[in-house]
């Protein structure tokens, strides 16, 4: 199994924010799985927190390959960097 960390954004650490992180999450994963089916590629997520950082949380997202040709061609289509930032632009949520 080959691994690429693609999310890893500090979160609010209370149950009032949670429906925002998990529509954040499913916009911003939408993309990534329509890209999977098209390629005909394996694709899965795991998502962690981290509660190391202090007050908050850090919200941890891999994407898991079983091919490295998939994980190469996942890096040339989306970045090798991992989505930094969660952003409410327009009232849809997603990490940037």
């Given at each position: 199994m080959?691994?690429?960390?693609?999310?890893?954004?500090?979160?609010n650490?209370?149950?009032?924010?949670?429906?925002?992180?998990?529509?954040?999450?499913?916009?911003?994963?939408?993309?990534?799985?329509?890209?999977?089916?098209?390629?005909?590629i394996?694709?899965?997520?795991?998502?962690?927190?981290?509660?190391?950082?202090?007050?908050n949380?850090?919200?941890?997202v891999?994407?898991?390959?079983?091919?490295?040709?998939?994980?190469?061609?996942?890096?040339?289509?989306?970045?090798?960097a991992?989505?930094?930032t969660?952003?409410?632009?327009?009232?849809?949520?997603?990490f940037?």
């Amino acid at each position: 199994m080959f691994t690429h960390r693609i999310i890893e954004a500090t979160i609010n650490d209370s149950a009032d924010y949670d429906w925002m992180y998990d529509s954040a999450l499913h916009n911003t994963l939408k993309e990534h799985f329509e890209w999977a089916k098209k390629s005909s590629i394996d694709l899965s997520f795991e998502k962690s927190y981290d509660g190391e950082s202090g007050y908050n949380l850090m919200l941890c997202v891999d994407a898991k390959f079983t091919a490295p040709e998939d994980l190469a061609l996942y890096k040339i289509s989306f970045g090798f960097a991992p989505l930094k930032t969660f952003s409410m632009d327009n009232n849809e949520p997603e990490f940037i």
